[in-house]
C-alpha cells in the first residue's frame, strides 16, 4: 500500500449512517463488544447468568457482550464459546440438544434483523458460537473448474476476496462492506450493485445475484435421525437449496464457491444532477438511473434528505485507468465518511436530544459534507480492482436503522419502479414536513443487481436458493432485476417506525401486479408494527411466506424449506424465538 493509499484509506457510512454512529457515541460512549471474561472468573461485568453444565471441554466459554449493527439490540453480558474445528460444532450442537440450549452461530453482526438474537428475549439458555476467531479458514482453488474457494463460516468477505486477487480472480457482485462473514452473508442472500451493462459479454464464474448463488458446495451440522453430524451437500443435491439463504436455521461449517477472472473497475462519483431528473421515469431523457444502469451495469444512488441532488456512483467495467482516475490499491477510499466535521455530529446530538426537526438542515449538511469530501480526497473518479473499489463501508462505521426491501421485475422497469418509489417518498417527507414532523432523516439508498440465474452456476445445479429475495419466479421469466430500495434513519426518531410502516405498506401494493412483485431484505428492517419491526404478525405469518409461494412450485417454496429446516435440526438447537415465529 502506498503512502497516497494509507492517507486515503477509510469508508463511508460513518457518514451515511451518521446519526446512528452519533447515537453510539452519546448514548453508549465507551460500549464496545470487546471483553470477553472465561467462565468461572471473578472479574468482569455483573452478571446473573448460570454457568452452562458440563460444557464441552476444549471450546473456550466466556461471557461477551452483544450488539448489532445499528445497536438497537445490545446485551451486557451472553455466554459465547469460539469453536476451533467443525467437529466442536457438532459437539456444541449436541450437547445443547442434551441440555435445552440454543446455539446461534455469530459472525460480524453487521445486521438489523433479529436472527441472532432477539430484543428483550431471555439468553439464559443461549450460546454465541463466534466463528470469527477460529473458523476463518480460506484456500483457493485456481486451477478448478470452475475455479473456486473455500472457506470456514468466519472468514470476512476482505480475507477472502484478498485471497482470490492474489490468484487473479474475484466475484462481480459485492456487497458495500468487506467485514461481513460468508456465512453471515450465506444466511440472508447478500449483494452488491452490480447487474452487466447492455450488451456485456457474461464471464464464466460470474454472477449479478446473490453471494448465495456462487454456492458450489457447502457443509451444515445437521441431525442424523440419532445425533448432529457434519453432512456435506453438493449444488446438485436439491437438499442444498434451502441452505443457501437459511436465515441462521442451520449452522454452516464449510462452504466452496465459484470465482471468476479479477477485473479492473472505475468509479465515479456525481454530485450535480437533481433527484428529478435522476430519477425520472421509464424511458425519461436527460442523466437517468435507468441510463446509468444501461450504459455501465453498477450504479448506486445516496440520496440525503430534504437535498436537491444525490450523491451517485457509478461503476464501470475499465482494463486500463483512465487519464483522470485516481489508482486505488486497496478498499474504503471515502475518507470523509469516517471524519464527520463537528457541525454534523452536532446535529445528530441534537436529533437524539429530541430536536428531530434539525433533519432539513441535517441533510443539506451530510450533501455538503460529501461533496467537499469527495473533492478534498480526490474521490470523484477512482480506478483499482473490483473489491478495491466495491467495498466502501468499514466495519468501525456509524450505524443507522434501515427499512425497506427489493422490487422484483425486468430490468426495463428499473426508471418506472425507482421514479414512482422516489415521487412517493417525497410527497410523503414534504406531507410530514408540512404539519411540523420529521420521521425519517438519513438518506434514500437506490441499488439494483440480478436475480440467482441458475445458469450462472458453472456445476450441475439443482437450482436456485430456496428463499433468497434474488430467485427468480418461473411464472415471469422477464422479471430479470432486484430493485434495492432502503431509507436510513436515526435510532430513536419519534414516528420513525410508524413511517417505516406506511412505507413497507405502499411497496407492498404498489410493487404487486404482473410488472413487479416485493421482498424483504433479510438483513435490513421489515415486518414493522406502529413502534417496532419484526412485530406485524399478519407480514411475518402470512404475506412474507406467501412472497417464497407465488408463481413457485409447490415442491420448492417457503414451505418446503421450513420443512427442511426443522428435518435438518428438529429439536431447534439453531433457533430462536423469532426465528420459532417465521418458521415455526
Same mark, same amino acid.
Given at each position: 500500500?502506498?503512502?497516497?493509499?494509507?492517507?486515503?484509506?477509510?469508508?463511508?457510512?460513518?457518514?451515511?449512517?451518521?446519526?446512528?454512529?452519533?447515537?453510539?457515541?452519546?448514548?453508549?460512549?465507551?460500549?464496545?463488544?470487546?471483553?470477553?471474561?472465561?467462565?468461572?472468573?471473578?472479574?468482569? =461485568?455483573?452478571?446473573?447468568?448460570?454457568?452452562?453444565?458440563?460444557?464441552?471441554?476444549?471450546?473456550?466459554?466466556?461471557?461477551?457482550?452483544?450488539? !448489532?449493527?445499528?445497536?438497537?439490540?445490545?446485551?451486557?453480558?451472553?455466554?459465547?464459546?469460539?469453536?476451533?474445528?467443525?467437529?466442536?460444532?457438532?459437539?456444541?450442537? !449436541?450437547?445443547?440438544?442434551?441440555?435445552?440450549?440454543?446455539?446461534?452461530?455469530?459472525?460480524?453482526?453487521?445486521?438489523?434483523?433479529?436472527?441472532?438474537?432477539?430484543?428483550?428475549?431471555?439468553?439464559?439458555?443461549?450460546?454465541?458460537?463466534?466463528?470469527?476467531?477460529?473458523?476463518?479458514?480460506?484456500?483457493?482453488?485456481?486451477?478448478?473448474?470452475?475455479?473456486?474457494?473455500?472457506?470456514?463460516?468466519?472468514?470476512?468477505?476482505?480475507?477472502?476476496?484478498?485471497?482470490?486477487?492474489?490468484?487473479?480472480?474475484?466475484?462481480? !457482485?459485492?456487497?458495500?462492506?468487506?467485514?461481513?462473514?460468508?456465512?453471515?452473508?450465506?444466511?440472508?442472500?447478500?449483494?452488491?450493485?452490480?447487474?452487466?451493462?447492455?450488451?456485456?459479454?457474461?464471464?464464466?464464474?460470474?454472477?449479478?445475484?446473490?453471494?448465495?448463488?456462487?454456492?458450489?458446495?457447502?457443509?451444515?451440522?445437521?441431525?442424523?435421525?440419532?445425533?448432529?453430524?457434519?453432512e456435506t451437500y453438493a449444488r446438485s443435491d436439491a437438499a442444498i437449496k434451502p441452505l443457501l439463504t437459511h436465515l441462521g436455521r442451520t449452522f454452516l461449517t464449510s462452504v466452496t464457491l465459484q470465482a471468476a477472472p479479477n477485473y479492473r473497475m472505475r468509479c465515479v462519483s456525481h454530485t450535480d444532477i437533481g433527484w428529478q431528473e435522476l430519477f425520472g421515469a421509464r424511458g425519461?431523457?436527460?442523466?437517468?438511473?435507468?441510463?446509468?444502469?444501461?450504459?455501465?451495469?453498477?450504479?448506486?444512488?445516496?440520496?440525503?434528505?430534504?437535498?436537491?441532488?444525490?450523491?451517485?456512483?457509478?461503476?464501470?467495467?475499465?482494463?486500463?485507468?483512465?487519464?483522470?482516475?485516481?489508482?486505488?490499491?486497496?478498499?474504503?477510499?471515502?475518507?470523509?465518511?469516517?471524519?464527520? =466535521?463537528?457541525?454534523?455530529?452536532?446535529?445528530?446530538?441534537?436529533?437524539?436530544?429530541?430536536?428531530?426537526?434539525?433533519?432539513?438542515?441535517?441533510?443539506?449538511?451530510?450533501?455538503?459534507?460529501?461533496?467537499?469530501?469527495?473533492?478534498?480526497?480526490?474521490?470523484?473518479?477512482?480506478?483499482?480492482?473490483?473489491?478495491?473499489?466495491?467495498?466502501?463501508?468499514?466495519?468501525?462505521?456509524?450505524?443507522?436503522?434501515?427499512?425497506?426491501?427489493?422490487?422484483?421485475?425486468?430490468?426495463?422497469?428499473?426508471?418506472?419502479?425507482?421514479?414512482?418509489?422516489?415521487?412517493?417518498?417525497?410527497?410523503?417527507?414534504?406531507?410530514?414536513?408540512?404539519?411540523?414532523?420529521?420521521?425519517?432523516?438519513?438518506?434514500?439508498?437506490?441499488?439494483?443487481?440480478?436475480?440467482?440465474?441458475?445458469?450462472?452456476?458453472?456445476?450441475?445445479?439443482?437450482?436456485?436458493?430456496?428463499?433468497?429475495?434474488?430467485?427468480?419466479?418461473?411464472?415471469?421469466?422477464?422479471?430479470?432485476?432486484?430493485?434495492?430500495?432502503?431509507?436510513?434513519?436515526?435510532?430513536?426518531?419519534?414516528?420513525?417506525?410508524?413511517?417505516?410502516?406506511?412505507?413497507?405498506?405502499?411497496?407492498?401494493?404498489?410493487?404487486?401486479?404482473?410488472?413487479?412483485?416485493?421482498?424483504?431484505?433479510?438483513?435490513?428492517?421489515?415486518?414493522?408494527?406502529?413502534?417496532?419491526?419484526?412485530?406485524?404478525?399478519?407480514?411475518?405469518?402470512?404475506?412474507?411466506?406467501?412472497?417464497?409461494?407465488?408463481?413457485?412450485?409447490?415442491?420448492?417454496?417457503?414451505?418446503?424449506?421450513?420443512?427442511?429446516?426443522?428435518?435438518?435440526?428438529?429439536?431447534?438447537?439453531?433457533?430462536?424465538?423469532?426465528?420459532?415465529?417465521?418458521?415455526?
Amino acid at each position: 500500500m502506498t503512502a497516497q493509499d494509507e492517507k486515503f484509506r477509510l469508508s463511508r457510512r460513518g457518514f451515511m449512517a451518521a446519526g446512528a454512529g452519533a447515537v453510539a457515541a452519546t448514548a453508549f460512549a465507551g460500549w464496545t463488544p470487546a471483553y470477553a471474561v472465561p467462565a468461572g472468573s471473578a472479574g468482569g =461485568p455483573v452478571s446473573t447468568l448460570t454457568p452452562p453444565p458440563a460444557f464441552p471441554e476444549g471450546i473456550a466459554l466466556y461471557q461477551q457482550a452483544y450488539q !448489532n449493527w445499528s445497536k438497537e439490540i445490545m446485551l451486557d453480558a451472553i455466554w459465547t464459546c469460539s469453536p476451533k474445528t467443525p467437529e466442536d460444532v457438532v459437539r456444541l450442537a !449436541n450437547w445443547g440438544h442434551a441440555n435445552g440450549y440454543t446455539i446461534r452461530p455469530r459472525g460480524a453482526m453487521h445486521g438489523w434483523t433479529p436472527l441472532t438474537i432477539v430484543n428483550g428475549a431471555p439468553v439464559d439458555k443461549v450460546i454465541l458460537a463466534d466463528t470469527t476467531v477460529h473458523l476463518t479458514g480460506v484456500s483457493v482453488n485456481a486451477g478448478g473448474s470452475p475455479a473456486t474457494v473455500t472457506a470456514g463460516p468466519g472468514a470476512t468477505l476482505d480475507a477472502i476476496t484478498t485471497a482470490l486477487q492474489a490468484q487473479g480472480l474475484g466475484f462481480a !457482485n459485492l456487497p458495500a462492506p468487506g467485514v461481513l462473514t460468508i456465512a453471515g452473508c450465506l444466511a440472508v442472500d447478500a449483494h452488491g450493485a452490480a447487474l452487466p451493462a447492455e450488451g456485456e459479454a457474461h464471464v464464466p464464474g460470474q454472477t449479478f445475484g446473490s453471494l448465495s448463488n456462487l454456492v458450489t458446495s457447502l457443509t451444515a451440522v445437521v441431525w442424523n435421525g440419532s445425533e448432529y453430524a457434519l453432512e456435506t451437500y453438493a449444488r446438485s443435491d436439491a437438499a442444498i437449496k434451502p441452505l443457501l439463504t437459511h436465515l441462521g436455521r442451520t449452522f454452516l461449517t464449510s462452504v466452496t464457491l465459484q470465482a471468476a477472472p479479477n477485473y479492473r473497475m472505475r468509479c465515479v462519483s456525481h454530485t450535480d444532477i437533481g433527484w428529478q431528473e435522476l430519477f425520472g421515469a421509464r424511458g425519461a431523457s436527460g442523466r437517468t438511473f435507468e441510463k446509468f444502469v444501461r450504459e455501465n451495469g453498477r450504479a448506486e444512488a445516496i440520496w440525503y434528505p430534504f437535498t436537491e441532488r444525490p450523491w451517485m456512483k457509478v461503476w464501470s467495467l475499465a482494463p486500463t485507468k483512465p487519464p483522470f482516475s485516481r489508482e486505488v490499491t486497496g478498499p474504503y477510499n471515502y475518507i470523509f465518511s469516517d471524519n464527520l =466535521p463537528e457541525p454534523v455530529t452536532d446535529m445528530i446530538g441534537q436529533i437524539n436530544a429530541g430536536n428531530p426537526g434539525i433533519a432539513p438542515a441535517f441533510g443539506q449538511i451530510m450533501y455538503a459534507t460529501t461533496v467537499a469530501g469527495l473533492a478534498a480526497t480526490f474521490s470523484n473518479d477512482l480506478w483499482g480492482w473490483s473489491k478495491d473499489v466495491q467495498f466502501y463501508i468499514r466495519a468501525t462505521t456509524l450505524r443507522l436503522t434501515e427499512g425497506g426491501g427489493a422490487v422484483i421485475t425486468s430490468r426495463a422497469n428499473i426508471g418506472q419502479v425507482i421514479h414512482d418509489f422516489t415521487q412517493w417518498f417525497n410527497g410523503r417527507m414534504e406531507y410530514y414536513r408540512s404539519i411540523g414532523q420529521f420521521p425519517l432523516n438519513g438518506p434514500v439508498e437506490i441499488r439494483c443487481c440480478g436475480l440467482d440465474q441458475p445458469s450462472d452456476v458453472e456445476v450441475d445445479s439443482a437450482g436456485a436458493p430456496t428463499i433468497s429475495a434474488m430467485r427468480p419466479r418461473p411464472d415471469h421469466p422477464e422479471w430479470d432485476t432486484a430493485i434495492w430500495l432502503n431509507v436510513l434513519g436515526v435510532p430513536g426518531t419519534p414516528g420513525m417506525f410508524a413511517f417505516y410502516r406506511e412505507m413497507e405498506q405502499w411497496m407492498r401494493n404498489h410493487y404487486n401486479n404482473n410488472d413487479a412483485t416485493f421482498r424483504p431484505e433479510w438483513s435490513k428492517g421489515w415486518a414493522f408494527g406502529p413502534d417496532k419491526p419484526y412485530t406485524d404478525a399478519p407480514i411475518i405469518t402470512q404475506g412474507l411466506p406467501q412472497t417464497y409461494r407465488d408463481g413457485v412450485p409447490s415442491s420448492d417454496n417457503w414451505d418446503t424449506a421450513n420443512a427442511a429446516f426443522n428435518a435438518l435440526d428438529p429439536h431447534k438447537v439453531f433457533s430462536n424465538t423469532f426465528l420459532d415465529q417465521l418458521l415455526p
